[in-house]
C-alpha cells in the first residue's frame, strides 16, 4: 500500500483556505468567508484533510445537534427511548477539492467523522447530515445513511453502527487513506492500531 496523502486536523488560521475550490460555490465560499467565524463563536468545528505541502484537500465540520424521536422512521424510534429527541453529531458541510475527487478522500473524511462522533466522551446516537442535492443524497446512501421519512435530504447514520464497522476492512482503509504521517503535530488526529481494536489487518493502518 503506498504512503496515503492526506492528514486530517482542525482548521488553523495559518492554513491557506483561499485556493480550495470544489463543486460546490456554496461550500467554498462557506471554507474560505465564513468558517472561521462561526468556529470562533463555537457554531462548529471545521476539520480538514491536508495534502504533504499543506494545501487543503477536503474539509468537513462537525457540531452538536439533536434529532426529534418523532422524525425517525418509526422502526428505529420504538427501540429508544421515550425522550423528545436524542442527541446527535450534525456533520454541516463536506467537500472535496475537485483536484481531488475520486480518490476516496470524500469517504475517507465521513469515516473520520464518524469515527470522532463514535469515540467522543459526549455520547450521541447517530451522526446527521443535511445533503446539498440529489447527488449528494446517493453519495450518503452509498455509505449506509439513512434517510427521515419526511425530510430526504436529512440523513443519519447510528453511531452504534459505526462501532461495528470499525472492525471491518473498507471502513479502515477509508480511514487510512487520511494517514500520511506517522508523527502528525499534536493537534491531528493520528489514526494507529491503538486507536483501533487489535483484530484489525495491520496493512490497513500502516502505509
Ligand atoms: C460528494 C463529494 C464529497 C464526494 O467526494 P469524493 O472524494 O469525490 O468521493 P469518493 O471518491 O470518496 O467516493 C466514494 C464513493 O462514493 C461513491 N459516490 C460518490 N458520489 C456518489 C453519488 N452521487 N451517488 C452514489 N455514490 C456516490 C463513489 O462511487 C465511491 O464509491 P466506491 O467507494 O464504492 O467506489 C465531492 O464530490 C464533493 O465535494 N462534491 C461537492 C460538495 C458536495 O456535494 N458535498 C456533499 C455534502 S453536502
Known amino acids: 500500500m503506498s504512503k496515503s496523502p492526506f492528514r486530517v486536523r482542525l482548521l488553523d488560521k495559518d492554513l491557506d483556505r483561499s485556493d480550495f475550490a470544489s463543486n460546490s460555490e456554496v461550500l467554498n465560499r462557506y471554507l474560505t468567508q465564513q468558517v472561521s467565524q462561526d468556529v470562533r463563536r463555537r457554531i462548529t468545528a471545521c476539520f480538514v484533510a491536508l495534502t504533504p505541502n499543506n494545501r487543503i484537500a477536503g474539509y468537513y465540520t462537525l457540531a452538536s445537534t439533536s434529532l426529534l ?31 481531488f475527487e475520486g480518490q476516496g478522500l470524500g ?15 459526549i455520547a ?22 439513512i434517510a427521515l421519512p419526511d425530510s430526504a435530504r436529512t440523513l443519519f447514520l447510528p453511531l452504534q453502527t459505526v462501532a461495528k464497522l470499525v ?41
Open 124 to 145: 450521541a446516537y447517530a451522526l446527521v447530515v443535511d445533503a446539498k442535492d440529489i447527488a449528494a443524497v446517493g453519495f450518503y446512501r452509498h455509505h449506509g445513511f
Open 107 to 121: 469517504s475517507a473524511l465521513l469515516a473520520d467523522a464518524l469515527y470522532r462522533a463514535s469515540n467522543s466522551e
Open 69 to 99: 424521536l418523532g422524525d425517525l422512521p418509526v422502526s428505529i424510534s420504538k427501540k429508544l427511548p421515550r425522550y423528545p429527541s436524542v442527541p446527535a453529531v450534525r456533520m454541516g458541510r463536506l467537500a472535496v477539492d475537485k483536484d
Open 167 to 207: 472492525t471491518q476492512a473498507d471502513f479502515l482503509r477509508a480511514v487510512a487513506a487520511t494517514n500520511w504521517e506517522e508523527e502528525a503535530s499534536a493537534e491531528a488526529r493520528v489514526w494507529d492500531e491503538a486507536d483501533l481494536s487489535s483484530s484489525l489487518d495491520p496493512w490497513a493502518l500502516k502505509p
